[in-house]
DNA sequence: CTGTATGCAAACATTTTGCATAAGC
DNA sequence: GCTTATGCAAAATGTTTGCATACAG
């Protein structure tokens, strides 16, 4: 689960550079049309088909963090490594990384006791946090 | 949040019902195009556009809870009331119901500790259940 | 050179919407 | 009868894919 053969060698372009850095650049959730938009207005145009690919292909590479907003969109995050959960304000969008050892042992405690294998779960907190009115 | 002004009185349809009744009688989750399915092999033809239109209203009244699945479609499922998660097995769909005390109380620990207020959470716990092989 | 990555447009899947018609109350 | 609910087809969304071309190695 931490390594899988890389079937092409992934090549070193512009586009993907350019995805990496601005990903890089920035601490909040991006969705792949926003990374194009971005991109485009900093003058380093990438198809948006490209940007689709590249984002998930880090997301595999375990470069990017991937989570699905409310709203279905599939937004991305650069992320520190292993597996955490976010606290998200649902006005303003900062989020908090949140490692949460507790939980983990909790959801596979559960899984077993009802008989599941091979279980993960997806967990995100979404709030308004101390800096947004209302 | 308990009760909202009925902005429409809700009419009883053949279709309405019809919907309820199938949800009714399952335990599984089910997406908007599986309804319609069941429906229409059931006899009770119902179009697509109001398997949606209601399985919202239904949601909404709370007579149905409503998840994203991974792959990023809706899915609906008669309910208990109160709040809880799932655990559902990938390859069957069967689903068991969590109430998790533990992860509620977690989850407001971490969100005050973070400076958030009016929080919420989404968890839903995705594995094989013992019913099914790899 | 060889073969992967890109861009574009078309294909897709899911969900929403406009509008004429059917039907609940 | 007045008005909401339905059905259909079209539109909207977000994402993926086919294919010719560009370009990294």
């Given amino acids: 689960m931490t ?5 092409t060698p992934v090549r070193d372009t512009r586009q993907r550079r350019a995805v990496r850095e601005l ?14 938009d971005d991109l485009r207005a900093a003058g380093e145009s990438v198809g948006l088909a490209t940007v689709y690919r590249t984002l998930q292909s880090l997301a595999e590479a375990g470069e990017v963090d991937a989570l ?3 709203e279905g969109e599939m937004a991305y995050r650069r992320c520190s490594d ?8 649902r006005n303003c969008g900062r989020t908090v990384e949140i490692s949460a050892t507790e939980v983990e042992r ?7 006791q009802h008989g599941f294998r091979d279980a993960g779960h997806e967990l995100e907190m979404f709030g308004l946090c101390d800096r947004c009115p209302d």
Same sequence: chains 1, 2.
């Fill in 106 to 112: 909790w959801a596979e405690r559960v899984a077993s």
């Fill in 82 to 89: 292993g597996h955490h959960h976010h606290l998200i304000c």
């Fill in 23 to 36: 990903m890089a650049s920035t601490d909040a959730f991006r969705t792949a049309q926003q990374v194009h």
């Fill in 68 to 70: 699905r907003q409310p």
């Fill in 3 to 7: 390594s899988q053969t890389p079937a």
